[in-house]
Structure formats: structure tokens, C-alpha cells
């Protein structure tokens, strides 16, 4: 298999990803999700999944569509397209997987998947974390990592806006 294919392989639909997830539970693998729109990556993002992938075997992540992202963040978001965000993420060693979400938030994800270690960033307190109800009910945890100061898609699109 290439690199190329072996990214590719990485982004699944929520079949695959129910299937994937279901075999590595039978091999006692402890699976981490986190989600987001993950627009235009930078250092924020790098550590924050790094230190995701930490908490257990495997790391999924929930990508917002594209439609999800603009009814998010506004009609000029994503700046990136999906077909892009999704093969950035799964070109990062420490991620195994890369499922998009269409709904605004990834809910039915979560209840697809059921994670074993829910994790976003650390402006999200973990009983606020969306899905947390999920998790913790088939005796998973919550997490909520530290958020990395001066470090946000938005802060970027600002600034190129600005020259």
C-alpha cells in the first residue's frame, strides 16, 4: 500500500467506521474521539490531537462537513475544502481515523461510534463537552485538554485578512 493509500484508507464513512471501531473494541483497543471543523491547521491543533491520541489505542476524529462549518462559522468558512481537511488529518501518524459529520454537532456520531475517551479543547468544560452524556453512561471518560493561547483558525483568517 502507498502513503497516499494509506491516508486515504484512514477516512471512512459511518459504516466503516462503526465495522472499524467494533473490531478494535473486540481487540481491546481503547478508542479516543474528538471533533471539529479543523480548518486551516496549525500548532494548536497538532498538539491537542497529539496529546488526544495519548489517552488511548485509537484516535478518531469527527470532521464537520463543509456545510456544517459554514452554518457554524459563517458563509466564508471553511477556507479549506473537505476533501483537504480530511487527507491533513489523516496524514498525521497519531490519527487513525477520519469520519465527517453533516449535522451541525457530532451527537449521532458519538452514539454511532460510542468512544471509549471523549476529548475536546479546554475552552469546552467536559460536562458541556456534546456527547459527554453518551460516553460516561457506558463507563467511558471525558476530557477536556488544555486550550494553547494565540493559537485558532480565526486569529490566522484575521490576520490575512488584514495585510
Not at 90 to 105: P, S
Amino acid at each position: 500500500m502507498t502513503t497516499f493509500q494509506h491516508i486515504h484508507s484512514k477516512i471512512q464513512d459511518w459504516q466503516q467506521i462503526a465495522q472499524t471501531v467494533a473490531n478494535w473494541k473486540a481487540q481491546g483497543q481503547k478508542v479516543v474521539f474528538t471533533n471539529g471543523c479543523f480548518d486551516i491547521l496549525h500548532y494548536g491543533h497538532i498538539h491537542y490531537l497529539s496529546e488526544a491520541s495519548d489517552l488511548g489505542d485509537k484516535l478518531i476524529i469527527g470532521l464537520n462537513a463543509a456545510a456544517s462549518v459554514s452554518r457554524l462559522k459563517g458563509p466564508h468558512r471553511p477556507i479549506n475544502d473537505e476533501l483537504t481537511r480530511e487527507h491533513l488529518l489523516a496524514a498525521f501518524a497519531f490519527v487513525d481515523a477520519v469520519v465527517v459529520f453533516e449535522q451541525d454537532t457530532p451527537y449521532e456520531l458519538i452514539q454511532t461510534i460510542v468512544p471509549d475517551v471523549l476529548v475536546k479543547g479546554g475552552d469546552w468544560q467536559p460536562e458541556d463537552i456534546i456527547g459527554s452524556d453518551i460516553v460516561l453512561s457506558n463507563g467511558g471518560e471525558v476530557k477536556s485538554l488544555p486550550y494553547i493561547q494565540g493559537y485558532s483558525t480565526t486569529n490566522i483568517e484575521q490576520k490575512i485578512r488584514s495585510w
